[in-house]
C-alpha cells in the first residue's frame, strides 16, 4: 500500500535541458511534499519543499509543482548539469510520518 | 554544524547474530526518525522520537527490532535475532521541529549471511 509513487525508475537528459520528475500520491490528507536528491553512498539531502497550499515553489535551477488535485507533484531542473545526475525522492508528510517513494534515477548526459 | 552520523557504515553478520545500529543526530535536534531502504524499494519509516521517547514506532516490522534513544542524544537500533529479511540501508535522520524537513545521516548497509 504504497502512498508515494515514483513511477519513473530512470530517465535520461541531455545537458543544459529540463529535467521533469514525477510523482504521485494517494492520501489526500498529505500537507507537505519534499523532494531529496541522493548520491551513491550518500545518505538523502534535502532539496525542496511545498507546502499544501502552495501550487508552485521555485528554489534556483529547482521548481516543485504541485497538482492537489490530480494528487501529483514534479520537480523541474533547469538547465540539467552533470552534476544533478544523482536519485531522487519524493516524500510526502501529514505533519509527523514522512512516506517516500522508491526514487528516480537522473542522469544528465554532457 | 555537524550532520547526521551513523555508525557502523556497513555491518555484515550472520543471521541469528545481533547487530547494534548507532545515530548521532544534529545536536539540538528534538526529533530523530529511522527508516530502511531494501534494494530497489522505497525508504521505509521505521520509528520516530521526540527526545527520549517514541512518538510512532508503527513502522517497527516485528519485536526483533529495539530502538532506544539514551537521554534524548544519540539512538541506537538493535536486531536480535538477525534474519536474512533483515538486510538492506539503514538510515537515521533528524529534525529541530516535527513536520519540518529531515536531516539524513549516509546509513548503516546491513547484510545478513
Known amino acids: 500500500d504504497q502512498q508515494v509513487k515514483q513511477n519513473s525508475p530512470s530517465l535520461s537528459v541531455q545537458e543544459g535541458r529540463i529535467s521533469i520528475l514525477n510523482c504521485d500520491y494517494t492520501?489526500?490528507?498529505?500537507?507537505?511534499f519534499l523532494w531529496y536528491k541522493k548520491y551513491p553512498a550518500e545518505g538523502p539531502t534535502f532539496l525542496i519543499s511545498?507546502?499544501?497550499?502552495?501550487d508552485k515553489n521555485e528554489d534556483g535551477r529547482f521548481t516543485v509543482f504541485l497538482n492537489k488535485s490530480a494528487k501529483h507533484l514534479s520537480l523541474h531542473i533547469v538547465p540539467s548539469q552533470p552534476g544533478d545526475s544523482a536519485v531522487y525522492f519524493c516524500?510526502?508528510?501529514?505533519?509527523?510520518?514522512?512516506?517516500f517513494g522508491t526514487g528516480t534515477s537522473l542522469t544528465v548526459i554532457p | 554544524e555537524a550532520g547526521v552520523t551513523q555508525f557502523p557504515s556497513h555491518s555484515v553478520i550472520e543471521k541469528g547474530q545481533t547487530v547494534t545500529l548507532r545515530c548521532d543526530p544534529i545536536?539540538?535536534?528534538?526529533?530523530l526518525y529511522w527508516y530502511r531502504r531494501v534494494m530497489g524499494k522505497e525508504i521505509k519509516f521505521l520509528l520516530h522520537?521526540?527526545?527520549?521517547?517514541?512518538?510512532?514506532e508503527s513502522g517497527m516490522p516485528n519485536n526483533r527490532f529495539l530502538a532506544e534513544r539514551t537521554g534524548g542524544t544519540y539512538s541506537t537500533l538493535k536486531v536480535q535475532p538477525a534474519e536474512l529479511e533483515d538486510s538492506g540501508v539503514y538510515f537515521c535522520?533528524?529534525?529541530?521541529?516535527?513536520?519540518?524537513?529531515?536531516?539524513f545521516g549516509d546509513g548503516t548497509r546491513l547484510s545478513i549471511l
Open positions: 492520501n489526500s490528507m498529505f500537507d507537505y
Open positions: 511545498i507546502s499544501s497550499i502552495k
Open positions: 522520537f521526540v527526545k527520549e521517547s517514541k512518538q510512532d
Open positions: 535522520a533528524s529534525s529541530p521541529g516535527q513536520g519540518s524537513a529531515q536531516h
Open positions: 516524500a510526502a508528510s501529514t505533519g509527523n510520518q514522512f512516506y
Open positions: 545536536s539540538g535536534h528534538d526529533n
